[in-house]
């Protein structure tokens, strides 16, 4: 069985790539385009790996900084990255490194590709290939 992993943005654009990305490393993906809807996928299927944008509208009061906390508060074990325009900010940065949560650049004219998060996703993968052989 295929590790899991969930990707949360509101980009469907966004979705899709890593959807495509993760899917060709061997993960099984499931999608949600808000924050709400990401909680409620979060709390049925445990994914190993959760993607979340840190911008969304907020969808019935959960923003994702409060669904960050939450995930992370419920369930330790999960892999947390966070994926943002905003992730050279030093707020943004210190907020999430109080709770030991990567932050990864969107790809933009200046970085055009996700490189950097998707080599952390293959090494989660190899890691989890270890444990589970």
Known sequence: MNPRALIIDDNPVIR???KLHLEARGWAVLEAAD???GLAVFRGERPTLVILDLL????RGIDAMRLATLIDDED???V???LSSF???EDVREFFAARRIKVYEKPSAGNPS???LLSRVDGIFRELSITFH
């Open 16 to 18: 899709r790539a890593l």
């Open 35 to 37: 924050a709400f809807d």
């Open 56 to 59: 969304m509208p907020i969808n």
């Open 76 to 78: 330790s074990e999960t």
């Open 80 to 82: 947390l990255l966070v």
């Open 87 to 89: 992730a050279s900010r």
């Open 114 to 116: 996700f490189g950097e």
